[in-house]
């Protein structure tokens, strides 16, 4: 059974930074893919960014220069770090795993960036 632990939220003003940081326990095979999920108040669950184990990323457009995915496989740890951020990315992250059949989410870390 896999289990993912986040952290690194919190509260910033707007243009600055936060660095989360998701840890996967269990067994894990070593083909996976990680990521990170947001959901504001009122709006759907959305994708950030997604990583493979093989260091390939993909990011969703609003967070493209602004947001790195990076992972550490010896560590089973993926980290997302947020430069410039703005009200709008207001919104709890969800780390996920999808390793073989599983879909795995974390607890989520609440992000609040002020204006």
């Excluded at 269990?26 to 093989?54: C, D, F, H, T």
């Excluded at 089973?76 to 059949?101: E, F, H, R, W």
């Amino acid at each position: 059974q896999v289990q993912l632990m986040e952290s690194g939220g919190g509260l910033v003003q707007a243009g600055g930074s936060l660095r989360l940081s998701c840890a996967a326990s269990g067994s894990i095979a070593s083909m996976n893919v990680m990521g990170w999920y947001r959901q504001a108040p009122g709006k759907q669950r959305e994708l950030v960014a997604i990583i493979s184990s093989g260091g390939r990323p993909n990011y969703a457009d609003f967070v493209k220069g602004r947001f790195t995915i990076s992972r550490d496989n010896a560590k089973n740890t993926v980290y997302l770090q947020m430069n410039s951020l703005k009200p709008a990315d207001t919104a709890i992250y969800y780390c996920n795993m999808i390793v073989g059949p599983y879909n795995v989410w974390g607890q989520g870390t609440q992000v609040t960036v002020s204006s």
